[in-house]
């Protein structure tokens, strides 16, 4: 079935970096659009970053010049680097994808990062 599973957060200053990873199994990686939301408390989840299959890339405006998302069509990983960090991206970070008829949303379990100030 499909999986995935996030690696990569924990508590860092603000301007720091962290690299997120999201390992990937049980479909067909190369085909599918990948993504990362993040959910703040209180707040409603929320699309951080989104490759495609062939590498093209958008990002949240918050974001935008700080993360780079990519991914390795051949180790089914798809990586979040975020630099330049601030306590508003301070929230449980989430890989997703959408796979399927029907276009079924999978989600990993999140990964919490947390910007001090």
């Known amino acids: 079935q499909v999986r995935l599973v996030e690696s990569g957060g924990g508590l860092v200053q603000a301007g720091g970096s962290l690299r997120l990873s999201c390992a990937a199994s049980g479909f067909v990686f190369r085909v599918v659009i990948m993504a990362w939301y993040r959910q703040a408390p209180g707040n409603q989840r929320e699309l951080v970053a989104r490759?495609?299959?062939?590498?093209?890339?958008n990002y949240a405006d918050s974001v935008r010049g700080r993360f780079t998302i990519s991914r390795d069509n051949n180790k089914n990983t798809v990586t979040l680097q975020m630099n330049s960090l601030k306590p508003e991206d301070t929230a449980v970070y989430y890989c997703?994808?959408?796979?399927?008829?029907?276009?079924?949303?999978?989600w990993g379990q999140g990964t919490q990062v947390t910007v001090s100030s």
């Open positions: 490759i495609t299959s062939i590498g093209s890339t």
């Open positions: 997703n994808t959408q796979y399927g008829s029907g276009n079924v949303n999978y």
